[in-house]
């Protein structure tokens, strides 16, 4: 498979059309996913990998070797797709000073608490503000100063973001478990 | 790794994956042929051949200012030629041996310390005399070398009785000071104000005269009083 790969990469970087057919089979469904846990609808993330595909098949040559393309090709589409937030929604974080990171109690709790758990479902309900912080932080692995790089905000918004959407997991489990209890 | 919610939300998030729609490919391809169609825009030929006009033109320019500046240069602080039909002009045949020495002299003087060496190291170099003519006149040998910069050495043209004269056509920039010749100009002004100055040394006016010629009056009557008369005087 890896050797396969490699060969698809190789010709890719000579601006094969097959190969890069190939690449785009390989990944687009991933890619896809990831670019919807940020702008939320299929359209805006199926325009999103649009742009990232063929960012990715043009600059190809800037990638190292085929073992790094994959997550080369997902900073093109994290990227991509926080620009295309910025270009069509309108976030607007305040500042919010010197904020301290809250304990990380929910997220460090037993995963068997929440059974019957869907990410999906958390990311297409959880406010856009708060996601794009949360994404990053959580999926991508970014420090706060990171994010604030990326979104052009400060490191105390980030934390108080990030501090907003722990708030938000928290109600968002509650609700849960009081409309399962209510079924009940 | 313990089994937190963030491993699972980290885990379940890395198996997602959604199909995109039948479109999309389609749409990528059409994009990346229309980026490939555009580098091939080519800037035309023409603009590139100006652009190689412009700088050639350029270095020519320089070149040649450069050129005259160093012309002007040279001109202005070493212009010292010897032909031979001035030599034999001016120089009495007996004295032409003297004349020479002296003017080596004059130009050994003239030429800084630091080109001297320079100087005596070119005299070295006239080793081969082009050809030898004989004058019958003043039975002196000359010897025409081809060198620019030949000039005779001091100890050898006494002796030998050779004059080494510079190569007739070439002249041999030397440093010496500036002649200043009479122009046709200087001498027109000059007599311009020779005849200015003799035309004031005729001129008899005076200062206030103005050279109206009023005749004088006999008699001046006012009010029927003769006030001046020649008559009574």
Known sequence: MQKNFKHIFSLALKQDRLAQKSIYEIFSGRMLAVAKSYVNSREDAEDVLVTAFCKAFSRIGECSDEKSFPFWLRKIVVNDSITFIRKNKNILYYDAGNVEEIGNEILDEDENNFPNFDVENVLAKMPLGYKLVFNLYIFEDKKHQEIAGILNISEGTSKSQLNKAKKWLVEFFNQNENEKFIKK | ?233
């Not at chain 2, 004349?99 to 003087?109: A, L, P, R, T």
């Open chain 2, 1 to 233: 790794m313990k089994n937190s919610l963030k491993n699972k939300l980290k885990t379940e998030y890395e198996n997602l994956s959604e199909q995109p729609s039948q479109n999309v490919w389609g749409r990528i391809e059409a994009e990346l042929e229309n980026t490939q169609e555009k580098p091939e825009i080519k800037i035309p030929q023409k603009f590139s051949f100006w652009k190689v006009a412009a700088v050639a033109l350029f270095f020519i320019s320089v070149g040649l200012l450069l050129n005259q500046l160093m012309n002007n240069k040279i001109a202005q602080n070493e212009e010292y030629f010897v032909q031979k039909e001035n030599i034999e002009k001016m120089v009495p045949e007996g004295n032409q041996q003297k004349s020479v020495s002296e003017k080596e002299n004059h130009f050994q003087n003239s030429i800084p310390e630091s080109t001297k060496i320079a100087d005596h190291q070119s005299v070295n170099h006239l080793e081969k005399p082009i050809r030898k003519i004989k004058n019958p006149e003043s039975e002196t040998e000359r010897i025409i070398f081809s060198e620019k910069t030949a000039i005779a050495s001091k100890e050898d043209s006494p002796k030998s009785g050779k004059i080494y004269l510079v190569n007739e056509e070439k002249k041999i920039p030397v440093i010496k000071e500036q002649i200043k010749y009479v122009t046709a100009e200087d001498l027109l002004f000059e007599r311009e104000a020779s005849k200015s100055l003799k035309e004031q040394e005729k001129d008899t006016r005076k200062l206030g005269d103005i050279g109206v010629n009023i005749e004088k009056p006999k008699s001046v009557k006012i009010l029927g009083i003769t006030v001046y008369s020649e008559e009574n005087k």
